[in-house]
Every structure is written in C-alpha cells, then in structure tokens.
C-alpha cells in the first residue's frame, strides 16, 4: 500500500490533531494529495487538496479557516493539521494521491491511490 494514513485519536471539541500520510514507492511530487473522510452511515466527503509543489490549496467549506493541508516531498509526506475540531468533524479519514490532475480539485473518482484510513473521534 503506497499511503499509510496516522495520527487519529480521540480529542475534546475544540482540540487539535494533526494527521500524516507518508508515501512510499511514489514520485511523490508528481501527485496533487487530497484529504476525505467519511462519518459512519455518511457518503465520502472531500476535506483539503494540495498541489505538487505545496503552493495551491483548497478547503472544504466545512474545514477552512480550522484545517491545514500541507506537505513535505523531502519526506513524501503530506499533513493536516485540524485545529478548533467539532464533533461533527468525527469521522474517518483518508488520504490519496492523483497522478494525472495538474490542478487541485475535490473529485475523488481521479484519485489513483487511497490510504487505509485513520480515525478520529472528537468528544462533545
């Protein structure tokens, strides 16, 4: 598996947690990453993208202004950081990376690679 997804945990409203996704086996600074989660009994939802160099984002609506995305091609590495959590934020969360997009987008039927997903649970 190419993206190994950690960093979930239970957190108080309100808490911080960041999450990493480390790639392996990838050009990692050919891919556009992306962020979803997925709350239980819901459908998969875009969270955060990032563009090969680290110089594009963009947020979900739900998470802009709280969430960082962020990475490190040194480490092949890509963050977020989820600051100011919810409990409508519980979910789990999934990494992935998108070859052939040259821009970010929210579209994750173009995402080539999905890491197995972590877990966070945020406390009223």
């Known amino acids: 598996v190419p993206l190994q997804a950690s960093g979930g945990g239970l957190v108080e409203a309100g808490g911080s947690l960041t999450l990493s996704c480390a790639a392996s086996?990838?050009?990692?600074?050919?891919?556009?990453m992306g962020w979803f989660r997925q709350a239980p009994g819901k459908e998969r939802e875009f969270v955060a993208c990032?563009?090969?160099?680290?110089?594009?984002?963009y947020y979900a609506d739900s998470v802009k202004g709280r969430f960082t995305i962020s990475r490190d091609n040194a480490k092949s590495t890509v963050y977020l950081l989820m600051n100011s959590l919810k409990p409508e934020d519980t979910a789990v969360y999934y990494c992935?990376?998108?070859?052939?997009?040259?821009?970010?987008?929210?579209?994750?039927?173009?995402?080539?690679?999905w890491g197995q997903g972590t877990l966070v649970t945020v406390s009223s």
């Open positions: 086996g990838l050009t990692f600074n050919n891919y556009v």
């Open positions: 992935a990376a998108d070859l052939s997009s040259v821009f970010v987008h929210m579209d994750h039927r173009k995402y080539d690679y």
């Open positions: 990032i563009s090969r160099s680290g110089g594009v984002t």
